[in-house]
């Protein structure tokens, strides 16, 4: 199966080395959260998920994004 965009949403903000090892993704600090959005597999995103859990980061909210929500993703408020 293709892979498909996600959003991982994460509690506060990540060290240089957690976002290393995030790579391939985009990652965005918004106020008390980050944002990694990526296209991954099923097998990708399970993958992600247990390197979250690895680095002991906590996980807010994770959804898939349709095609009109990677448009608002893109646009998520950075940080001026």
């Known amino acids: 199966m293709p892979g498909r965009r996600y959003e991982f949403r994460l509690a506060g903000r990540l060290s240089e080395r957690a976002r290393d090892a995030f790579a391939g993704m985009d990652v965005v600090e918004v106020p008390a959260q980050t944002v ?24 807010v909210s994770m959804q898939r994004l349709d095609a009109n929500r990677e ?9 001026g």
């Open 36 to 59: 990694l959005t990526g296209t991954v597999d099923d097998a990708e995103m399970h993958s992600v998920l247990a390197l979250i859990q690895s680095l002991g980061l906590q996980v």
């Open 71 to 79: 448009d608002e993703a893109r646009d998520v408020e950075r940080p």
